[in-house]
């Protein structure tokens, strides 16, 4: 799935390892997360809206297999 993590975190002035504090996960999770190589939990999708104060939409982008 894409996202805009990387553009929300360089926006915000934060760096990878202080998301990952926040959100109380690995840098390497932020890392994989902002590259697509990993789909965060529906827990995890939550803190982020929270911290960011988005909707879900605005950070990650549903696009079907084709």
């Known amino acids: 799935?894409?996202?805009?993590?990387?553009?929300?975190?360089?926006k915000g002035n934060i760096s990878q390892d202080d998301l990952a504090s926040i959100l109380k996960?690995?840098?390497?999770?932020?890392?994989?997360i902002e590259?697509?190589?990993?789909?965060?939990s529906l827990k995890l999708v939550m803190k982020m809206t929270?911290?960011?104060?988005?909707?879900?939409?605005?950070?990650?982008?549903y696009e079907e297999k084709k």
């Open 25 to 32: 996960v690995s840098r390497q999770t932020i890392n994989s």
């Open 1 to 10: 799935m894409k996202n805009k993590l990387k553009e929300l975190r360089q």
């Open 50 to 61: 929270k911290h960011f104060a988005v909707a879900l939409e605005e950070i990650f982008i």
């Open 35 to 40: 590259t697509g190589k990993f789909d965060p």
